[in-house]
């Protein structure tokens, strides 16, 4: 199957490229910097403007739509102006540019990658820009799936190395988390690809629901730093939006741990962890 990838050369895209050629399919990726892997096919094109798009998606069979735009996971941190407005141009003005070349070039797949619990976050306006983005492909007459994950162990690494250089260290109290190796939620993708579903698919979490203390007591510990950790107190309301959005008890579970993709990315031995009774 001759499939056009968005978001190819990023953290997830990368990973989906990979499982793709892995699997036998011919890949062509629609990126502003084409990249010189010989085998794959680069198409230059940007979606925040729709250039390119249209011929990248003419001769395909089927869409994996992995690229995004959040500012947050870029910097690998929120800031004050996360929490007013978010980039609506590859999300959703790439996406309709998108959806509708896949539509005049009769694709016959167009996997949508999307996050697990975004109508609990839609006070943040990325995800309702998200949000906005899937109605656009359930409203599309190209057959569709959407895939959901929660979020990535690679991007809370980013955002942990961030938090603990200026102690002390406040971590929500009574939240939980599901976040998932992006590598596993990759598999699951080209997966997705080809078994013949198409609709809503079930989400993809971690195997784990940790509190963001735990999570910060882990990473600490496979970095090998000392930290002390305060619990901040979460309003009861937040405090149970933030964990439906970032859990799915009923969703496909990864199997790679937090601690293990600890041990994996920085090469070091996770110490015992004490956990509070």
């Known amino acids: 199957m001759k499939v056009l990838v968005t978001g190819g050369t990023g953290h997830l895209g990368r990973a989906v490229v990979a499982g793709l050629t892995a699997s036998g399919h011919r890949v062509r990726v629609l990126a502003r910097q084409p990249g010189k892997d010989p085998g794959i096919e680069w198409r230059q094109g940007d979606l925040a403007t729709g250039e390119g798009v249209a011929p990248a998606a003419s001769g395909t069979e089927a869409i994996v739509h992995a690229a ?30 998108l959806l509708a070349a896949a539509q005049d070039a009769a694709v016959e797949h167009f996997v949508h990658v999307s996050i697990v619990g975004l109508p609990h976050m839609a006070r943040l306006p990325y995800s309702r820009v998200k949000l906005s983005a899937e109605e656009l492909v359930q409203a599309s007459a ?3 799936s959407i895939v959901r994950a929660t979020g990535f162990y690679w991007l809370l690494d980013r955002m942990l190395a961030r938090i603990v250089k200026r102690p002390p260290v406040f971590m929500p109290a009574k939240v939980h988390m599901q976040p998932v190796d992006s590598d596993e939620f990759a598999a699951f993708i ?19 629901q940790l509190t963001p203390h735990e999570l910060a007591e882990e990473y600490l510990a496979a970095r090998g730093l000392h930290r002390r950790i305060w619990s901040a107190p979460v309003p009861q309301r937040l405090q149970a939006a933030l964990t439906a ?9 990864g199997a790679t741990t937090w601690a293990e993709w600890l041990r994996r990315t920085h090469g070091l031995p996770t110490a015992p962890i004490r956990r509070a009774a």
Do not use: Y
């Open 68 to 97: 995004t735009h959040s500012p947050a996971a870029q910097r690998g941190g929120l800031r004050p102006l996360d929490f007013v407005r978010s980039p609506t141009d590859v999300d959703i003005d790439g996406t309709k540019a």
């Open 142 to 144: 190209v057959p569709w």
């Open 245 to 253: 959005g970032n859990t799915s008890p009923h969703g496909r579970l």
């Open 190 to 208: 080209v997966e997705s690809l080809s078994d013949g579903r198409r609709g809503e698919r079930e989400d993809f979490a971690g195997p784990a």
